[in-house]
């Protein structure tokens, strides 16, 4: 979602933020898959597998290997979507903070470019003072 604040010279500055709208089914769909990962109840379900996976069979209850096979492969696939997750946003904020870089590059080159304009300015008008004032002198004499 991108929200248009006015920037410093009153000119529209674009703020992204750090999630991006939706912009098909498929990604409100993706959207849906961090928030399910990280919720309690997943979290939760994680814990009572690891419970039955792991350390009833070192209690000595007897786990088939089908529940050991597919258990697995569950938390292998949960624990790939995490990292993908991860590595997404990774690059998402690395994107985000190149681009606000060079937005700020840009800035203080603007202001670097009023900052010059504004000492020609107080240089013509001081030297323009100094003709006055010298006049002025000229003129009583």
């Known amino acids: 979602m991108n929200d248009t604040t006015p920037g410093p010279d009153n000119s529209p500055s674009q703020a992204v933020s750090a999630q991006v709208s939706p912009q098909n089914r498929l990604d409100r769909i993706l959207g849906v898959v961090p928030r399910a990962l990280s919720s309690h109840a997943h979290i939760i379900f994680l814990g009572a597998l690891g419970v039955y996976l792991v350390i009833l069979p070192l209690l000595g209850v007897n786990v088939s290997a089908k529940s050991e096979l597919i258990g697995g492969n569950y938390t292998n696939v949960t624990s790939d979507l995490g990292a993908c997750i ?7 904020l690395v994107v985000r ?9 840009e800035l203080f080159a603007k202001v670097h470019e009023r900052h010059d304009e504004l000492e020609q300015e107080i240089r013509r008008a001081r030297a323009a003072a100094e003709r006055t004032e010298a006049v002025t002198k000229h003129d009583r004499r």
Do not use: C, F
């Open 86 to 92: 991860a590595a997404g946003l990774t690059v998402h």
């Open 97 to 105: 903070d190149r681009r606000r870089s060079q937005e700020l590059h």
